[in-house]
């Protein structure tokens, strides 16, 4: 067998699920998000990143193992799952001034709302699944 047939792409789409676990659509087009995957230069930039900010905080704390605060991780959390995400699909989100966001402040936005919890949720469970990044059997 030609293993390079099982390479994992570089993103897929999540179809989001909404509090009630009910997939979510705009109309009749899935609402969702685009994510890097694992094997993806961007996921390495995330594993390097958060690996610099555990060895920081060992510093800063005479190398000794420490969680940061809760705000901090969700901050951390948010920022990483934004280096991750390629595009939203029919997911809006405003500014405190109600100007529309887009691009990485749409993502940090969404991803650090903490009554939107559950599409961070699910879209750190997605990404670190290499099963959502394979080829899909051709239907038959």
């Known amino acids: 067998m030609k293993i390079a047939k099982l390479a994992a792409s570089p993103t897929a789409f999540l179809h989001l699920k909404g509090p009630d676990g009910a997939y979510l659509y705009e109309g009749k087009e899935p609402m969702g998000i685009e994510m890097y995957g694992p094997g993806t230069p961007e996921a390495a930039a995330v594993e390097s990143a958060q690996s610099a900010r555990a060895i920081k905080r060992m510093q800063d704390n005479n190398n000794k193992i420490s969680l940061p ?10 920022a990483d799952l934004s280096a991750l995400t390629v595009g939203f699909q029919h997911i809006e989100y405003d500014a405190a001034d109600g100007t529309p966001l887009t691009g990485k402040a749409l993502f940090l936005a969404v991803y650090s709302d903490p009554s939107l919890g559950w599409i961070k949720e699910q879209a ?15 239907k038959t």
Do not use: I, L, V, Y
């Open 69 to 78: 605060p809760a705000e901090d991780q969700r901050a951390e959390k948010a």
């Open 124 to 138: 750190d469970k997605f990404r670190d699944d290499w099963g959502n990044f394979m080829p899909r059997s051709p």
